[in-house]
Every structure is written in C-alpha cells, then in structure tokens.
C-alpha cells in the first residue's frame, strides 16, 4: 500500500488555488519527495506533513519549476538543523542545476547539512528494503535529463491456513517461520517446506509516478497494469499543438496510456492554469473513465486492485 499526497498540482507557476509541482509519497514509514517547486516547504507545513524523515527527495527534471523549491527547503533544515544528512536524486543534467542552485544557499549559511547527489540512470534503484522496492526510468521531456518512478511491492505469496491445518502445522512460531521462508521440522519427524504451505506468488501493489512527458508511447510498457498512474495533463485536445510545442500532453492522451497499460486508476495533475479541472476530468474520461484530476492537498490510498 502507498499513499500520495499531492502537494502542488500546477503547470510552471503557481494559481491562486494550485501551486506548483511537488508530490509526497508515503509507503511503510518512508517519505519520498518528488519534486520541489517554489512554496513546497509551506504547502508541507499546510498539509501537516512536515519536515519530519523527509531526507528523500525525488526530481523528474530540472526546469525551475520543479526544482526552485529546493533551495527554500535546504536554508530551513540547515537553519533549524533539522537533518544531518539529505538524498537528492536527478538525472546527470539536473543535479548539476540542483547543486549550483543548493550551494549557494550551503556555503552561504556554512550549514553541517551533509547532501549527497544520486545520478539516476534506466532501472536505477532509488530504495529497495523487504517490502517494496523504487526505481527509475527515463522519460522523453523537451531534451531535458528527465526520469519516472516505479514504487512497487515486492511479490508475496498467500499463506494457506487449511493446508497447513491439514499438514499438521501448530498455531504459533511455526507458521510465522514457514511465511518467512524457513522450513519447520514437526514432532513426528515431517519436515515442512513453505513450498508446501504458501501458495503462488501474487504481485504486489504497483503505483507509477510520471511527471512532464513530450509522448506517451514509450511508456506502455513500464506503466503496464500499475494499480495507479500519476502523470501530467497539462492541456486538453483544443491546444494538442501547443503541448507538442512545449513538450507536454493532454488529458486524452494520458486517458489513453492508461487505457492502453491497463491501468487501474489515473490521476491527473500540473494542470494548466487555463483550466478549473473539471473539463481536463471530462476529456480523459470519454477514455478512461477511472481518471481524476487532483488537487493541492489531495491524499489517495494506493492498493492492488
């Protein structure tokens, strides 16, 4: 299961009821940041999110817009020594941006804030413990050094209770040994395998973050029977031409990749300022009718379908 937090929903500035790009998510006790636009650190503080374990944070790439926030957020956990160490992850381009950005605020304030840069490549793994794993792929965006992100639980495997019932197998330890892979030796000599008690694996939950995107094709794939699919729909079919021209898409077509991925559930943000919302729900709708457009503040529940 995650949970995502949409914490600015806009496209390049900021409206009077959304603010630009930043999305946390939320997954067994970890926070992952995906991008910093400027403003993030309040709409974190509006949100009652915090800065608390916030030392993750994701870029899909660097246009100012997506990343401004970066330098806000690092003067505060310097200032307030609120972190002693901070994970920046970007494609190659963008963390050169992000560090001529970040070191002017570090040397400035002579901060101990100790901030490493990851340089994301194709399958680059973000985070991976026994419960999910994060990865990175890349993402066709106007020539810039951009990337998506998996977030996807490893696969898991049901424990059957009237099989091992049958087997013999005592309430208690035992069973918890067998789920965690070990097998057991029961009173009357019987070795017990988890093979024999746990039935197939069952992918687990599988949410897909894709930030700005010139073409969806590409991504069919990667997308493929995700749970949920975050990405952009910055404009709608009547200006088609003008997110070619700048490197976006509309709400059809991210209908469509999902549609396409046999997706679950779609949701919509960076929406252009043009638009209230409703109408980029509506076209995406005439294709894939479980797509919603977000708000700044909206929190989802990610589960397999």
């Not at 999305?23 to 995906?34: K, Q």
């Not at 916030?54 to 401004?68: F, G, K, P, Q, V």
């Not at 996807?152 to 789920?179: M, S, W």
């Amino acid at each position: 299961m995650f949970e995502i937090v949409f914490l600015g929903t806009s496209a390049s500035a900021p409206s009077v009821t959304r603010n630009v790009s930043a999305t946390m998510v939320l997954a067994r006790g970890n926070r992952f940041l995906i991008d910093c636009g400027e403003g993030t650190q309040r709409q974190l503080l509006k949100s009652e999110l915090g800065f608390r374990k916030l030392d993750r944070i994701l870029i899909t790439h660097s246009h100012l817009d997506h990343i401004l926030g970066l330098a806000g957020l690092a003067s505060t956990f310097a200032r307030w020594e609120l972190h002693e160490a901070l994970h920046i992850y970007g494609g190659r381009k963008t963390l050169q941006r992000v560090r001529r950005l970040l070191n002017i605020v570090i040397q400035e304030q002579n901060s101990p804030l100790n901030i490493t840069y990851h340089t994301l490549k194709d399958g680059f793994v973000v985070y991976e413990d026994t419960s999910f794993r994060v990865t990175a792929f890349p993402v066709i965006h106007r020539g810039a050094d951009a990337y998506g992100f998996v977030f996807e639980e490893h696969p898991k495997r049901r424990f059957l209770n009237e099989r091992a019932t049958a087997l013999g197998v005592p309430f208690g330890p035992e069973r918890g040994r067998l789920v965690a892979g070990e097998s057991i030796t029961l009173a009357d000599g019987r070795v017990i395998t988890p093979d024999d008690v746990l039935g197939p694996p069952e992918k687990g939950t599988k949410l897909v973050y894709v930030g700005d995107v010139d073409a969806v094709e590409p991504l069919v794939e990667i997308v493929r029977g995700a749970d949920a699919l975050v990405i952009e729909a910055t404009y709608t079919e009547e200006e088609r031409e003008m997110a070619a021209q700048h490197g976006h898409i509309t709400a059809k077509q991210a209908a469509w990749l999902a549609r396409e991925a046999g997706v679950r559930t779609l949701y919509l943000n960076h929406i252009s300022r043009r638009y209230r919302g409703p109408e980029v729900e509506a076209e995406a709708r005439t294709i894939f009718p479980e797509a919603y457009v977000v708000r700044d503040f909206d929190r989802v529940v990610v589960k397999r379908g």
